[in-house]
């Protein structure tokens, strides 16, 4: 009875170390990670930065203001309309979407062009797991700086992947 007990105990406690750490396995991100455990490459003089304080992993470029800057988020984001409700409490936007300049579905998730008021945001949606991660960039011209181009910033947004 008692070796029961043992492999039974044993089987347990490998069935929970298996559990804990299995997403950390299968790439799930996690704001826990450095880079979110995400891989960002560097890309046409963009270089990836971690912001250990902010949680954000983001791309940098000399001479261009601001970043591109990825977040993961617990607001359900499938469709432009849950976009819309998130958005003021989006540290990435922060205020209400006036209009939406364009809206796609894309081969990781999906995209959306923004204004709140003068400013015109790209921000891109996409899930790895359970995970809900943001890509966004400020595509209004920036007093300081260069700035991304809507272009520039959809193929780092697509280059996101998990961590292997």
């Not at 950390?24 to 490459?41: K, R, V």
């Not at 921000?123 to 960039?137: E, I, P, W």
């Amino acid at each position: 009875m008692k070796k029961r007990f043992g492999l039974l105990l044993g089987l347990l406690l490998t069935l929970l170390l298996v559990a804990s750490v299995s997403p950390l396995l299968a790439g799930d991100p996690s704001a826990d990670q450095e880079m979110l455990g995400l891989s960002l490459q560097p890309m046409e003089g963009w270089t990836p930065a971690w912001d250990a304080d902010a949680k954000v992993a983001k791309w940098q470029k000399e001479g261009y203001m601001p970043s591109v800057v990825v977040r993961l988020v617990k607001d359900k984001l499938d469709s432009i309309d849950d976009l819309k409700a998130a958005a003021p409490m989006m540290m990435q936007l922060g205020t209400a979407i006036d209009e939406v300049v364009s809206e796609a579905k894309t081969a990781g998730g999906w995209k959306a062009v923004v204004k709140r008021g003068k400013e015109t945001d790209l921000v891109y949606v996409r899930k790895f797991g359970q995970a809900t991660v943001v890509c966004s960039a400020k595509l209004s011209k920036q007093t300081l700086g260069e700035t991304v181009t809507e272009d520039e910033a959809t193929k780092l947004c697509e280059s996101l992947a998990p961590k292997n």
